[in-house]
């Protein structure tokens, strides 16, 4: 390196400093990372009215700032490590793809608090979070399993993540616990949000005989295409009634507000620590939009009940005895999953068809 | 399901397809013309916004088709100008015109996220729509599944038989002869870019309208790239861009029906097929002698009258 070039360096360092002490000193930054628009009505519309909650409960006392529609990948380390330069105190990283972008930046900027949506690597600097969907998706599977007539549900997957497979596993469970005769195809779109494919993916299940659909996709399409067919969906990470009057039976909602709130007030009094948090029903972080007018009222007596039963501790989506698909045991009767198996789940229960892409 | 699962399939294909097809086609004419827009994305997404817009406001299809049709060309013109008169580089242009186009749509059409345009009939062709099997997965249809037929018969009618086509043509094999000969160069670049924009506007609108029905900020997800890659792979014929575009659209849903029927061929391979024929056909087009599948001889040159 010559001389000029670390000249050049050292006025750059000055100078963002410069820039960034102000704010340090006023207030407290928050930067959040977006995989999605803000509009897409899912999963990054709930994680910006997060940001908006932690505006409104902080007010003056924190600037908030965020970058939407970063791609996971090279876009994104560039994206949270410009965040950290410009003087964010910390940085919400949302989409499990930023988690090894987010752990390379937080060891350049060890000063910088980071937390990571649904990912699993953490360090004294990186905090993850995450909520227990499964919960959710156990109600729906229920609901499902109840209300198919031709015992099929078509499910629209992303990517072959343990938080997907969790979901499909726990959903197919539930709804297998209701009606023996159910049968799940999946279909994996290999993307978070495309809302033509998605719609592609929907059609093609429906035609192959699904009459309520699940998705694990961002946008709401498919709830769109099942409105128009006249068949059931669920909404997916908030609600979509406007799409799908008749066709949304309920939807889990994403409630991010409560956990930001708190985690920002941590960073503002000095009390923030590397944690690991899974919320579920009991945190407010999980929670289900009402039910369409479709869902009988048994039915929803039903869900009521499960969602209450889980809420209080009494039961867990994952309760054995289940064997994994190829028939090798994994829970025995009355046996319980462990949250690092859950993390961790890379593989289908016994009775899901096909494999995992 | 009323009809067998063949023909679902063969009518979400034909779906799938149409916007490719719109889209393919209106590159196609800008480069034969001698033009290289980058910017298809941004023009469909406009499209799509301005369509859906005109359709939630209450107008008729036809209607809505012609504002995603006048958007997508009011886009372009500003391209035309930038390019053709004040001379800027086709390539950095193209692709401001893709990012200036979805940052529009997303800024004008917040406040249609969350909204449902209303369905749109099919037009069922009598007697043909009889036929077993494929009556259902052809010939009934929305309208513009059709007009993307009609217009892809009508341009290669235009390139080929008719002279305001060969002086289109002769304008992008080179413009310099062209402009010898008398030709206004620009006139016609240009009037090829507004119909380019009004055609991947319609594309656009497609998507919106018909496909997903809704809007939602980056929702043409690289179909206009893949636009573009078709016209290549179509070796700059009408024709072929329905078939590269039927072919894509045919690969995606197969492969879509293929995983809920838990046919398990990677997935992944099956999504990099049309881009791997895509590169195949470049490359055979590129190992010919200059001729007929080549591309036009003065494409994403930019031509400055000398005074």
């Known amino acids: ?357 | 399901m009323e009809y067998g699962l063949f023909t679902s399939i063969i009518h979400a294909i034909v779906i799938a397809s149409t916007p490719l097809v719109f889209a393919g086609l209106g590159a196609l004419i800008q480069e034969r013309a001698g033009v290289l827009n980058l910017g298809i994305e941004g023009l469909m997404i406009v499209g799509a916004l301005a369509g859906f817009a005109s359709a939630l406001a209450g107008y008729p299809l036809i209607v809505s088709v012609f504002v995603a049709a006048f958007a997508g060309s009011a886009l372009a013109s500003i391209f035309a100008l930038l390019v053709l008169r004040l001379y800027a580089n086709p390539v950095a242009t193209g692709l401001a015109l893709t990012l200036f186009g979805l940052g529009l749509s997303a800024l004008a059409g917040s406040q249609y996220v969350g909204q449902a345009a209303p369905q749109v009939a099919e037009w069922i062709i009598p007697g043909l729509n009889h036929i077993p099997v494929i009556g259902r997965a052809f010939f009934s249809h929305d309208p513009l599944v059709y007009l993307s037929i009609v217009m892809a018969g009508t341009m290669w009618w235009f390139l080929t038989k008719s002279r305001a086509g060969l002086i289109l043509r002769a304008v992008g094999e080179n413009h310099s002869s062209a402009h010898s000969l008398g030709f206004s160069v620009i006139g016609i670049r240009f009037l090829a870019i507004l119909t380019g924009g009004a055609l991947a506007g319609i594309g656009g609108a497609y998507l919106t309208l018909v496909q997903t029905p809704l809007f939602v900020e980056g929702m043409t997800a690289g179909r206009g790239w893949i636009a573009l890659a078709l016209v290549v792979f179509a070796s700059w014929r009408p024709f072929r861009v329905i078939a590269g575009a039927y072919l894509f659209g045919g690969v995606s849903i197969v492969q879509l029906h293929g995983q809920a029927l838990g046919i398990s061929i990677a997935a992944q391979w099956l999504s990099m097929l049309p881009y791997l024929v895509t590169i195949c056909a470049l490359v055979i087009i590129a190992s010919r002698v200059k001729g007929e599948n080549s591309a036009p001889g003065s494409l994403g040159i930019t031509f400055k009258e000398s005074k």
């Open chain 1, 1 to 357: 390196m010559n001389i000029n070039k670390i000249i050049c360096r050292f006025v750059g360092l000055c100078l963002t400093a410069l820039i960034a002490l102000p704010a340090v000193a006023d207030k407290t930054k928050v930067g959040f990372v977006y995989v999605g628009p803000v509009a897409d009505a899912g999963w990054t519309y709930e994680h910006d009215q997060g940001r908006l909650a932690v505006e409104k409960k902080y007010g003056d006392k924190v600037e908030t700032v965020f970058v939407e529609s970063v791609s996971e990948g090279p876009d994104a380390e560039r994206v949270i490590a410009q965040m950290a330069a410009d003087g964010a105190n910390v940085v919400f990283t949302t989409s499990f793809g930023y988690m090894n972008p987010t752990l390379k930046v937080a060891k350049q900027f060890p000063n910088v608090k980071f937390e990571h949506a649904t990912g699993y690597k953490r360090a004294d600097n990186v905090a993850t979070y995450s909520s227990r969907f499964y919960e959710g998706r156990h109600v729906l599977g229920l609901i499902a399993g109840k209300m198919t007539k031709t015992n099929t549900i078509g499910y629209i997957a992303s990517f072959p993540i343990p938080e997907v497979v969790r979901g499909i596993n726990a959903a197919y469970l539930a709804a297998k616990s209701v009606n023996p005769a159910v049968k799940f195809k999946v279909i994996w779109v290999s993307t978070w949000f495309d809302p033509g494919k998605e719609a592609d993916a929907a059609k093609a299940l429906i035609d192959q005989g699904a009459d309520i659909l699940m998705q694990h996709t961002d946008s709401a399409a498919p709830m769109k295409i099942a409105e128009e067919r006249g068949i059931y969906a669920f909404g997916q990470a908030s609600d979509q009634a406007a799409y799908g009057p008749n066709a949304q039976l309920t939807a889990i909602i994403d409630d991010w507000a409560p956990y930001y709130v708190r985690r920002v007030g941590d960073v503002i009094n000095g009390s923030w620590a590397s944690t690991d948090t899974w919320g579920g029903f009991d945190t407010g972080m999980v929670a289900l939009a009402p039910y369409g007018k479709a869902v009988p009222a048994e039915v929803k007596k039903m869900a009521d009940e499960a969602r209450k039963a889980i809420t209080e501790g009494r039961l867990h989506a994952f309760t054995g005895p289940v064997n994994k698909q190829d028939g090798t045991p994994w829970l025995k009767a009355g046996e319980t999953a462990d949250d690092g198996t859950l993390l961790g789940m890379n593989f289908y229960v016994e009775g899901i068809e096909g494999s995992l892409p």
